[in-house]
C-alpha cells in the first residue's frame, strides 16, 4: 500500500495544542498537509500555528472548542465549512483520563469523558467519513490506548471508553476497506505528555514512550494500511497480556499494580 498524498491533504487534529496532538501536528505539516487546529486553549493553538507556518510554511487555520460539550461538533463541523476547508484526514486525538477509585469522581466528570473519548469521536467520524469515501480517498486516526485491550480497575471508565475507539475504528478499517478510506486505532502505552498530570495518574518508575515516536509509528501503519498499532515492542507485548491469562487474572493482576498508585478511597466519597 501507497503513502497518503499528504501535500495534497487536510488535517483536522483534535486536542492539538499539546501532547501527541501537537505532534501530529508538527509531523504532517512537515510532509505538506494543510492544517485545522482544535483544542480549548486558543493561545497555545496560535503560538502552535505560528510556529509552523515559519517552519514550514504550512496554511493553518484554528478553531478553538471544547467537544466534551453538548452541540460543540456540530458547530465545529459548520465553521470548517464556512471557512471553506475539507477534511481528508481526521486524527481525533482529544481524550483525558482519571485514575482513581471509581467512586471517587463525580458523576459529572465521567459524563465529560465520554462526551470527549467516545461520543465527540464518533460524531466527528460520521460526519467526515461519508465526504471521504464519496472521493474515494481519505483517512482516519483514532487515539485510543493500551488500555483498550482490557478491563482496567481504577481507569475503569477511560479503559472502557478507549476499547470502545480502538473496536469501533477496527470496524470502520473493515467496512470502508474498498472504499480508498482508511482507519487506524492508534493504542500508544505510556507517553511523556502532559496526560498523567490531568490524570492524577502516578507513573513513576514506568517506561515512558515520546509523543515523537508515537506519532511517527502511527503514520508509518497508516501508509502501511494497518488497521490498529501499538507503538514499542513492550507496549505491544503488554497489550498481548489477556491471551496469555485468563481475563479474571489479568483483571486482578492490574487492580494489584495500580491499588497503591491511586489515593486513598476517602471517607464519603
Same mark, same amino acid.
Given at each position: 500500500?501507497?503513502?497518503?498524498?499528504?501535500?495534497?491533504?487536510?488535517?483536522?487534529?483534535?486536542?492539538? !495544542?499539546?501532547?501527541?496532538?501537537? %505532534?501530529?501536528?508538527?509531523?504532517?505539516?512537515?510532509?505538506?498537509?494543510?492544517? /485545522?487546529?482544535?483544542?480549548?486553549?486558543?493561545?497555545?493553538?496560535?503560538?502552535?500555528?505560528?510556529?509552523? %507556518?515559519?517552519?514550514?510554511?504550512?496554511?493553518?487555520?484554528?478553531?478553538?472548542?471544547?467537544?466534551?460539550?453538548? *452541540?460543540?461538533?456540530?458547530?465545529?463541523?459548520?465553521? /470548517? #465549512?464556512?471557512?471553506? +476547508?475539507?477534511?481528508?484526514?481526521?486524527?481525533?486525538?482529544?481524550?483525558? *483520563?482519571? +485514575?482513581?477509585?471509581?467512586?471517587?469522581?463525580?458523576?459529572?466528570?465521567?459524563?465529560?469523558?465520554?462526551?470527549?473519548?467516545?461520543?465527540?469521536?464518533?460524531?466527528?467520524?460520521?460526519?467526515?467519513?461519508?465526504?471521504?469515501?464519496?472521493?474515494?480517498?481519505?483517512?482516519?486516526?483514532?487515539?485510543?490506548?493500551?488500555? #483498550?485491550?482490557?478491563?482496567?480497575?481504577?481507569?475503569?471508565?477511560?479503559?472502557?471508553?478507549?476499547?470502545?475507539?480502538?473496536?469501533?475504528?477496527?470496524?470502520?478499517?473493515?467496512?470502508?476497506?474498498?472504499?480508498?478510506?482508511?482507519?487506524?486505532?492508534?493504542?500508544?502505552?505510556?507517553?511523556?505528555?502532559?496526560?498523567?498530570?490531568?490524570?492524577?495518574?502516578?507513573?513513576?518508575?514506568?517506561?515512558? !514512550?515520546?509523543?515523537? !515516536?508515537?506519532?511517527?509509528? #502511527?503514520?508509518?501503519?497508516?501508509?502501511?494500511?494497518? %488497521?490498529?498499532?501499538?507503538?514499542?515492542?513492550?507496549?505491544?507485548?503488554?497489550?498481548?497480556?489477556?491471551? +496469555?491469562?485468563?481475563?479474571?487474572? #489479568?483483571?486482578?493482576?492490574?487492580?494489584?499494580?495500580?491499588?497503591?498508585?491511586?489515593?486513598?478511597?476517602?471517607?464519603?466519597?
Amino acid at each position: 500500500m501507497t503513502a497518503l498524498p499528504y501535500s495534497r491533504m487536510t488535517a483536522l487534529i483534535s486536542g492539538a !495544542s499539546s501532547g501527541i496532538g501537537r %505532534h501530529f501536528a508538527e509531523q504532517l505539516a512537515a510532509r505538506g498537509c494543510r492544517l /485545522i487546529l482544535t483544542a480549548r486553549r486558543q493561545s497555545e493553538l496560535q503560538q502552535l500555528a505560528a510556529q509552523l %507556518h515559519s517552519r514550514y510554511g504550512s496554511q493553518v487555520l484554528v478553531l478553538p472548542a471544547d467537544l466534551a460539550q453538548p *452541540g460543540a461538533v456540530p458547530d465545529l463541523c459548520r465553521r /470548517i #465549512a464556512q471557512a471553506g +476547508w475539507q477534511v481528508d484526514l481526521l486524527v481525533n486525538n482529544a481524550g483525558f *483520563g482519571k +485514575w482513581s477509585h471509581f467512586q471517587a469522581q463525580d458523576a459529572a466528570v465521567y459524563q465529560q469523558m465520554l462526551m470527549l473519548n467516545v461520543l465527540a469521536l464518533t460524531e466527528l467520524c460520521r460526519h467526515y467519513l461519508p465526504a471521504m469515501r464519496a472521493r474515494g480517498c481519505g483517512a482516519v486516526i483514532n487515539v485510543a490506548s493500551t488500555a #483498550a485491550f482490557q478491563p482496567l480497575p481504577y481507569i475503569a471508565v477511560y479503559g472502557a471508553s478507549k476499547t470502545y475507539v480502538l473496536h469501533l475504528s477496527e470496524a470502520l478499517a473493515a467496512e470502508y476497506a474498498d472504499s480508498g478510506v482508511r482507519v487506524l486505532g492508534l493504542c500508544p502505552g505510556n507517553t511523556a505528555t502532559a496526560f498523567a498530570d490531568v490524570a492524577g495518574a502516578d507513573v513513576s518508575g514506568m517506561a515512558a !514512550s515520546t509523543p515523537a !515516536s508515537v506519532v511517527a509509528s #502511527a503514520l508509518q501503519a497508516l501508509d502501511s494500511g494497518h %488497521h490498529y498499532r501499538v507503538p514499542g515492542a513492550a507496549n505491544y507485548l503488554l497489550a498481548q497480556l489477556p491471551r +496469555w491469562l485468563t481475563r479474571r487474572q #489479568a483483571t486482578r493482576l492490574v487492580a494489584r499494580m495500580f491499588a497503591g498508585r491511586v489515593p486513598a478511597l476517602g471517607e464519603g466519597a
